[in-house]
């Protein structure tokens, strides 16, 4: 069964930091690449970062690199962003995606978390 569940999310100032965790089931988090997006209010959802199956590479959206750093957890079959020097600006739900094609996933994904929220006050 595919699932992808985020968790993480909090209220936070800003300056602060905040670590989004995605426990993945175990054939995604085997066979495909993995990532996460954003929704700010009243924007459309938003890549932010995305790593290989392998660990091997990650891209960042430019808004967010320097600051927000992707990981893979083994051990835990999990995928972690780790938020620091947060922004009010970073306020968004978050979405832990996944999908076949690292190409693809800056762009979209096959399969989607509920979302976590994040808000960061000023």
């Known amino acids: 069964q595919v699932q992808l569940v985020e968790s993480g999310g909090g209220l936070v100032q800003a300056g602060g930091s905040l670590r989004l965790s995605c426990l993945a089931s175990?054939?995604?988090?085997?066979?495909?690449?993995m990532g996460w997006f954003r929704q700010r209010p009243g924007k459309e959802r938003e890549f932010v970062a995305a790593?290989?199956?392998?660990?091997?590479?990650?891209v960042y959206a430019d808004s967010v690199k320097g600051r927000f750093t992707i990981s893979r957890d083994n051990a835990k079959n999990s995928v972690n962003l780790q938020m620091n020097s947060l922004k009010p600006e970073d306020t968004a739900i978050y979405f832990c995606a996944a999908d076949l094609n690292w190409s693809s996933l800056i762009s979209s994904a096959s399969y989607w978390g509920q979302g976590t929220q994040v808000t960061v006050s000023s």
């Open positions: 175990e054939v995604i988090f085997r066979y495909y690449a």
């Open positions: 790593m290989t199956r392998t660990a091997g590479s990650s």
